[in-house]
């Protein structure tokens, strides 16, 4: 069974950072792809970052240059560092790890930014 376990979340200030986190558990035998996905009020699901098993990244136009999303494999843990937060970045973050015949989730985490 693999088990998500996102941390980190609160409420900012617009201009302010977070870092969130994402521990992975369970039967992982090798680094597998990782992302951060988000739902904000009232729309639908939201790829904001993610990152292969190489370290290469990729991210959303909305977030590009303020977040970076990295990865400790030693830790099976991958991270979203978020800066200049906009009252738009309120959502729920999702991190989730990709195998070949399935993707798991985690259960979400609250990101507030107060404008």
């Known amino acids: 069974q693999i088990q998500l376990a996102e941390s980190g979340g609160g409420l900012v200030r617009s201009g302010g950072s977070l870092t969130l986190s994402c521990a992975a558990s369970g039967n992982i035998v090798n680094v597998r792809p990782m992302s951060w996905y988000r739902q904000a009020p009232g729309k639908e699901y939201e790829l904001v970052a993610d990152i292969t098993t190489s370290g290469r990244t990729n991210y959303s136009d909305a977030v590009k240059g303020r977040f970076t999303i990295s990865r400790d494999n030693a830790k099976r843990t991958v991270y979203l560092e978020m800066n200049s937060l906009k009252p738009e970045d309120t959502a729920i973050y999702y991190c989730?790890?990709?195998?070949?015949?399935?993707?798991?989730w985690g259960k979400g985490i609250q990101v507030t930014v107060s404008s």
């Open positions: 989730n790890i990709v195998f070949p015949s399935s993707t798991y």
